[in-house]
């Protein structure tokens, strides 16, 4: 579970965040959207302790973000799979690498580490792409890893920043699709867009954000 309690968040005299106060159930799917600058990502990257409130307070599964040590917060992260808008994918790793980057810090063994990011690249379809290096692929498969490297590791969590970006309807559509898959094995799905169409046809519960507060 995700909870924030009177969250407040600024950059400078820029406030991004404004007494945001919200609770996000084990296994719940959730957009966040609203405007460019409204607080999508400075959301997210506060459910993944990226970056502290100015006040308030973040639980995530009753853990106090504010709370713990450095160290505490590394483990928690594991649980938490994060796919970011513009991919940080690294340009020396192949597509299997950069999925599997995210197991080895694990300690998880070699052949359960293959395994598992095997798995990842099925489901995303780029199994035949593994060996590629993320400038010899396309944006929408170069975020489809970025997908693969955040779900390999069957996060309790995952948080995605405009995932489906700069991407065409049909991917878009099949990487709701993946993202709907990754909710109906129970982990809790949160995707910050800004983009209506992709609101258009859901039942899914959307937190509205406009400069830095909730509003619907
Ligand atoms: N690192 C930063 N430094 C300064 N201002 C920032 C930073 N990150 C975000 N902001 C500001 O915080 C506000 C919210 O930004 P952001 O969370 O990126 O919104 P969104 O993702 O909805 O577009 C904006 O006014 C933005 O300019
Ligand atoms: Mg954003």
């Known amino acids: 579970m995700i909870q924030l309690f009177h969250v407040f968040k600024n950059f400078g005299s820029n406030v991004a965040l404004r007494d945001v106060d919200l609770r996000i159930r084990e296994g719940e799917f959730v957009f966040v959207t609203g405007p460019s600058g409204a607080g999508k990502t400075t959301l997210l990257r506060l459910m993944f302790g990226a970056e502290r409130p100015a006040s308030g307070h973040i639980l995530i599964n009753g853990i106090n973000l504010n709370r713990i040590s450095r160290t505490k917060l590394d483990l928690l992260r594991r649980k938490i799979g994060f796919v970011f808008q513009d991919f940080k994918l690294l340009p020396r790793k192949t597509v299997f690498e950069n999925v599997a980057l995210a197991l080895e810090v694990t300690g998880e063994r070699r052949s359960f ?104």
Not at 170 to 186: A, E, Q
Request: charged share 25%; proline share 4%.
């Open 113 to 216: 580490i293959r395994k598992k990011t095997h798995q990842a690249l099925r489901l995303v379809g780029l199994a035949e792409k593994q060996t590629a290096y993320p400038l010899q692929i396309s944006g929408g498969e170069q975020q489809r890893v970025a997908i693969a490297r955040a779900i390999v590791k069957d996060p309790l969590v995952l948080l995605a920043d405009e995932p489906t970006g700069n991407l065409d309807p049909d991917l878009t559509k099949d990487i709701m699709v993946l993202f709907r898959s990754v909710y109906m094995k129970g982990t809790t799905v949160v995707v910050a867009t800004h983009s209506r169409d992709l609101l258009e046809d859901t039942e899914q519960r959307t937190i509205l954000l406009n400069r830095g507060r909730i509003t619907g």
